[in-house]
């Protein structure tokens, strides 16, 4: 079975413009949740949904970000603008009411 | 608010010593503990799980106990390998939140094996 997948895996950019990471969670998963890590501040729930309806989202930075799920098997997490600051491995996990996270591979963001 | 606290890395040992990394947690309720690791330029992955006091996880080796008295729930492996070179992270469910899917990390401990 295809895991959680993200796109894309690394992606560097400019102060300033705009970021869309992408991800396709497990097929038949209720929960969909956005991580970041980084060196400094490790992982960090941004924020996560149910059934595609965003639950919590207390854990996004500021209003730069902003993340959306049209539907269950799609899902964005867009940062505009960018900021070097925003450098970090972006991570999205699915999972059904059981606990156990899918992890994707994560997409590598660099601002320069 | 509920927290885990993991000691931090990072920890370097030799191939085939024994491995413990601890964990504690806090907890209002009576949450679901686990153990996820992370490979070097991957996601996170499950390790083991244990969803009641005294229950023992176990997977590949490693295992950990949930210590309800203690409220710990400490990972160990006999023999570690140069494979098992990752980051280790302690997690909770939240028992109090409104999604059982939704879990609280620790910081992550680096583990090192030396041939």
């Known amino acids: 079975d295809a895991g959680v997948i993200q796109s894309p895996r690394h992606e560097v950019t400019e102060m300033g413009q705009e970021v869309t990471l992408r991800c396709k969670p497990i097929?038949?998963?209720?929960?969909l949740f956005w991580y970041r890590q980084t060196m400094m501040r490790g992982l960090e729930l941004l924020i996560y949904?149910?059934?595609?309806?965003?639950?919590?989202d207390s854990g996004m930075p500021e209003d730069r970000f902003s993340a959306k799920m049209p539907n269950a098997s799609f899902s964005t997490l867009k940062i505009q603008p960018s900021e070097p600051r925003d450098s970090a491995v972006y991570f999205c996990?699915?999972?059904?009411?059981?606990?156990?996270?899918?992890f994707g591979e994560g997409s590598r963001l660099t601002v320069l | 608010g509920d927290s885990v606290t993991q000691m931090e890395g990072p920890v370097t040992l030799s191939e085939e010593a024994f491995l413990t990394i601890n964990c504690t947690y806090t907890?209002?309720?009576?949450?679901?503990l686990f153990w996820y690791v992370q490979y070097p330029g991957e996601g996170l992955q499950l390790l083991l799980k244990?969803?009641?006091?005294?229950d023992k996880g176990s997977n590949k080796g490693f295992e950990a106990t949930y210590r309800k008295e203690t409220t710990s729930f400490h990972l160990e492996k006999g023999s570690v390998q140069v494979s098992d070179s990752a980051v280790y992270f302690c997690?909770?469910?939240?028992?109090?939140?409104?999604?059982?899917?939704?879990?609280?990390f620790g910081k992550g401990t680096k583990l090192s094996v030396k041939p």
């Open positions: 996990a699915s999972t059904l009411i059981t606990g156990e996270l899918f």
């Open positions: 907890a209002t309720g009576y949450p679901s």
């Open positions: 949904f149910n059934n595609n309806v965003p639950i919590d």
């Open positions: 097929s038949g998963h209720d929960y």
């Open positions: 997690a909770l469910s939240d028992p109090g939140g409104g999604s059982q899917g939704n879990l609280i």
């Open positions: 244990a969803t009641k006091a005294d």
